[in-house]
């Protein structure tokens, strides 16, 4: 590959000896009007173009922040990736141990930054560790604005790249992306700066630029694995685009003649491929040295994907979850490996029905109004706002429905000037992510590339609708072809649910929601009712309207009533429920929550309890963790000593009880009517939470390891 630097795609004409492409006429006449601008009027473009930029990373912020406001849902109660990933991130935190999860080995990047920023939450002494964990994310997925646009500006043109920072900006799974703590924020991240840093290196053929997007694609793997496969990608795109600049500077008729093989291996750029696999493998050896250290097994990343496939086509899944737990960690991606094999081997046929025995389902699944889908088909909100942010969320959808279908007649367009042969690595990342959807179990966070290829295409054809259309016109099999795309894209995605009955439905369902709230502020328990049995006749299905009215049966004391509604459910605001019910009949133990899915306490509703029996207008229920930092207080004296002054050897110092120690400090703990504990004056904590001491049983002793730091 030649080293010299390319002209612009700004300032040249793309031929093929000497002929201008029918395709790529309609770029063009905007060649032609930024030839024609005037400095000044360039300058002016420049600075607008900069100032948007900058209004969208602060309206993106913004709406984030505001989004972290109105979010019940905290990491620490979490049974599902978060609380995994936040224990473990705060076990290394306070411990210096890293500890792979029960189950399977998982990627570590996130963990890590996790773990960083609760490390700095530890030093400071008076700041959330989720806190600034969110806001990391926060400032990772803000960054991710300017460079969505500066990659859509590379491929297509200005305005594209001024719509698809918009769209990054305001919509609303990225603008709830990093509120969680999952893995995808960071994934997210390093998958636009490998894309953007790539098509940089295109432009300007400066070899720093190729070894970034392989160091950032490297770092995306560590956050999800399915980013290395990307690495096969990267190189089909560096062949293509080397044969793209080789043809575009050998225009001379008297060039000499080669074979076909010999023109292919001349368009293979090893140095480039080169330097992003070393780059890549930078960052990925480290971990899979440290696997082969701890496992004695070759394992890249993690374990996740051969473990799933084989689960997947296993026919008693759940047999399978027990025959992989009495395995020790390292043997089992190898036992799933082995036994897959085998099962091909015995039976291809029925091997491959079983692999796609859910694809069609899984793909339908794919084109559906996400925001919608949670709000109006769930059977619980599961903690999410999204009762507090259903305008953005609807928006959301309705953005969603437009760049995909817009995105997906793009793809189908003519290639363009400027796009070179990106399309070829855009539909890698697409098919694969898919694909790979309709085999395993599908999440909304895991269709973040395909939604970032649309957004980009999607982009690119809003820019310019008018002129899109005229191309797909005159090119006759594009256009039949972006036409089948997006009826398909319609037709699946109108026909999945019944949308106007269901919004109508959702929406006459929450004015009831919203009677009742109104009606229960005012202790109109008897109207609350009423309202409350309007929306469950519209909406049965939502666990939560259940809740809510339990809430409206235990005001009036009619608990057995309120008892029998909830049944045997499950969900965040039934706990609460449960939770008051067991307070007000004096019974403890049935207070503290017992539920098995610790995601249904949040923090905020149980800083809301007061020890002293008095009641709160809205019941919360019990909680025996008090303040996202507790667990570092489970751990041992030396660890103690990072946060408290040295001539405190523990925050339990000054309890007014015998017997027992301070909620914070315990490995296990039980809830009763106690005294506060005598935090230090000057500790922020003091202010910030209101702890309970917790008195032992006397049978009961207290363990030199907490069970949570022991190795699993």
């Known amino acids: 590959m030649r080293s010299e630097t390319i002209a612009s ?32 009027s360039e300058r002016r473009q420049r600075w607008f173009i900069a100032a948007t930029v900058l209004l969208l990373m602060l309206a993106g912020a913004a709406l984030r922040i505001w989004f972290a406001s109105v979010n019940q849902l905290q990491p620490q109660f979490s049974p599902a990736d978060d609380g995994d990933y936040y224990q473990r991130a705060l076990r290394f935190a306070t411990t210096g141990a890293y500890i792979d999860d029960f189950w399977l080995i998982r990627p570590p990047l996130h963990v890590f930054l996790f773990a960083l920023m609760i490390r700095i939450s530890i030093i400071l002494g008076n700041i959330d560790g989720i806190w600034l964990i969110r806001v990391a994310q926060t ?37 709830e992306l990093p509120v969680h703590l999952f893995s995808e924020p960071t994934f997210f991240f390093f998958l636009v700066l490998h894309l953007w840093l790539l098509i940089w290196w295109r432009d300007s053929r400066r070899w720093y630029l190729l070894a970034g997007s392989g160091l950032a694609l490297g770092l995306g793997a560590l956050a999800r694995s399915p980013t290395l496969y990307g690495a096969p990608f990267v190189l089909l795109w560096l062949v293509l685009e080397e044969r ?25 750029p090893l140095r480039a491929m080169a330097i992003v696999l070393v780059a890549c493998a930078l960052m990925v050896v480290p971990w899979t040295i440290r696997n ?17 496939l084989w689960l997947h086509v296993e026919k008693y899944p759940e047999k399978g979850v027990e025959i992989l737990k009495t395995m020790p960690q390292g043997e089992r991606q190898v036992f799933a490996v082995n036994d897959t094999m085998r099962m091909f081997q015995a039976d291809p046929v029925g091997f491959w029905q079983l692999l796609w025995r859910n694809a069609w389902f899984h793909f339908q699944h794919i084109w559906k109004a996400q925001f919608l889908e949670d709000m109006a088909t769930k059977r619980s909100y599961y903690g999410r706002p999204l009762q507090a942010t259903w305008p953005l969320g609807v928006a959301g959808d309705l953005i969603w429905f437009a760049f995909t279908a817009t995105g997906l007649a793009a793809l189908a367009a003519p290639i363009g000037r400027r796009e070179g042969a990106f399309r070829w690595l855009a539909l890698c990342w697409l098919l694969y992510t898919i694909v ?7 999440e909304p966070r895991y269709l973040l590339p395909v939604w970032l290829i649309l957004i980009l295409y999607g982009a690119w054809w809003l820019s310019n609708p008018m002129t899109m259309l005229r191309t797909l016109w005159q090119q006759r099999w594009h256009g039949l072809l972006a036409l089948l795309m997006t009826a398909a894209f319609l037709g699946l995605s109108l026909s999945y649910r019944n949308y106007p009955e269901l919004i109508q439905r959702t929406a006459t369902a929450e004015m009831h929601r919203a009677a009742a709230a109104q009606a229960f502020a005012a202790d109109d328990y008897d109207r609350a009712r009423a309202e409350l049995e309007q929306a469950m006749q519209t909406h049965n299905g ?36 449960r939770g008051d019910i067991a307070r007000r009949q004096q019974k403890t133990e049935l207070a503290r929550p017992t539920s098995t899915r610790p995601k249904s306490v949040p923090v905020k509703m149980c800083r809301r309890w007061h020890c002293n029996g008095s009641a709160p207008r809205r019941p919360a ?15 041992s004296p030396q660890v103690r000593r990072l946060i408290w002054p040295k001539t405190i050897a523990s925050p339990t110092a000054g309890c007014r009880a015998r017997d027992g120690w301070c909620c914070l400090c315990l490995s296990r703990c ?6 506060p504990c005598a935090w230090p004056a000057a500790h922020p904590n003091r202010r910030r939470y209101s702890l309970r001491y917790v008195p032992m049983q006397p049978t009961q002793t207290r363990p030199n390891r907490p069970p949570w730091l022991a190795r699993t």
């Open 292 to 308: 082969y250290l701890v496992y004695e097994k070759i394992i890249l990343v993690d374990t996740i994907g051969p473990v799933n």
């Open 9 to 40: 795609p700004l300032s040249d004409v793309h031929q093929t000896h000497g002929i201008l492409l029918p395709m790529q006429t309609h770029d063009l006449s905007h060649r032609l009007t930024e030839e024609a601008m005037t400095p000044g």
């Open 244 to 268: 793209r600049y080789r043809r575009s500077l050998d225009t001379s008729a008297a060039a000499p003649a080669l074979s076909l093989v010999e023109r292919w291996r001349s368009y293979i």
């Open 139 to 175: 400032v990772m997925i803000v960054l991710t604005i300017p460079m969505v646009y500066d990659l859509a500006r590379r491929l297509f043109q200005p305005r594209a790249g001024l719509i698809a920072a918009a769209i990054t900006a305001v919509w609303y799974p990225l603008v």
């Open 542 to 577: 939502l666990v939560d309207q259940r809740a809510e009215l339990a809430f409206a049966l235990i005001a009036q004391q009619q608990y057995d009533a309120a008892q029998e509604l909830m049944g045997n459910r499950d969900s965040q605001r039934i706990a609460l429920a």
């Open 436 to 442: 790979a959807m309709m085999i395993m179990h599908i």
């Open 670 to 675: 039980k809830l009763a009517a106690c005294s």
């Open 621 to 635: 229920a019990w909680c025996s963790v008090m303040a996202s930092t507790s667990a570092i207080f489970r751990a």
